[in-house]
């Protein structure tokens, strides 16, 4: 079956400190993986995604994630967070061949000045 | 500017009262679907909509229907609304990928419709 883990849901951190939020999915075949960001009150955007190629993608705001075939993971991270990233994050994987996004339970993301 | 609207953004109903959820984009997708998010679960998939006249159910379509008489067009309804339909409900669209003929890998989401069933 199709699943995504995230196992924590929720990683309070200091201003400044690095973080990683972690997502492992269920299959190794052929897959898309997204992150998604939800601010308070607010819907879903779209902070960084592989598809093919290089398996470390970054987004504007400083997160990056790196595709890891043999484990199944998609981890998140950011070397130094900021207050404005306190936020949910929902890990998304595509399976290819299925036609939709299969997400994860979202880790909330608590930085503390 | 391109878009997913969602209409209400709030709603409060009682047990057994039929509401519709409209959704809209005006990004000419054929992909279309509704999604609910509930704590600790996440979000799961309703229905989705590859085309007009064509849906299919997500993985929790109960007591939900949904049509696609229009490409831009999605509404959720609720036929009986029940209180463990409280939620927050999501709508989202993309193109169809033109190779695996599933959605493209990028899903654009509605603002959300926070449903209060009492």
């Known amino acids: 079956a199709q699943s995504v883990t995230q196992l924590d849901s929720q990683v309070p951190v200091f201003e400044e400190a690095p973080v990683e939020l972690r997502c492992n999915y269920s299959?190794?075949?052929?897959?898309?993986l997204f992150w998604y960001v939800q601010y308070p009150n607010q819907g879903l955007q779209l902070l960084l995604k592989y598809l093919s190629g290089s398996t470390l993608v970054e987004s504007i705001n400083g997160f990056e994630a790196e595709f890891n075939k043999s484990q199944t993971s998609f981890h998140l991270r950011k070397p130094s967070v900021h207050i404005s990233d306190t936020a949910e994050y929902f890990c998304?994987?595509?399976?290819?061949?299925?036609?939709?996004?299969?997400f994860g339970t979202g880790t909330r993301l608590l930085v503390s000045p | 500017e391109a878009q997913v609207t969602q209409n209400p953004r709030y709603l409060i109903t009682v047990t057994g009262k039929k509401l519709t959820v409209t959704c809209s984009q005006n990004?000419?997708?054929?992909?279309m679907s509704w999604y609910r998010q509930d704590p600790g679960l996440g979000l799961r998939q309703i229905y989705y909509?590859?085309?007009?006249?064509?849906?299919d159910k997500g993985d929790v379509p109960e007591g939900y229907k949904v049509s696609r008489k229009e490409k831009r067009n999605f509404p959720l309804i609720l036929e009986s609304p029940s209180p463990n339909q409280t939620s927050l409900y999501f709508c989202?669209?993309?193109?169809?990928?033109?190779?695996?003929?599933?959605?493209?890998?990028?899903?654009?989401f509605g603002p959300g419709t926070r449903l209060l069933v009492l």
């Open positions: 989202a669209s993309s193109p169809i990928h033109g190779l695996a003929g599933g959605p493209q890998e990028t899903q654009y």
């Open positions: 990004m000419n997708h054929e992909y």
């Open positions: 299959s190794s075949v052929s897959v898309y």
């Open positions: 998304a994987v595509m399976y290819t061949g299925f036609q939709k996004l299969v």
């Open positions: 909509s590859m085309n007009v006249e064509v849906t």
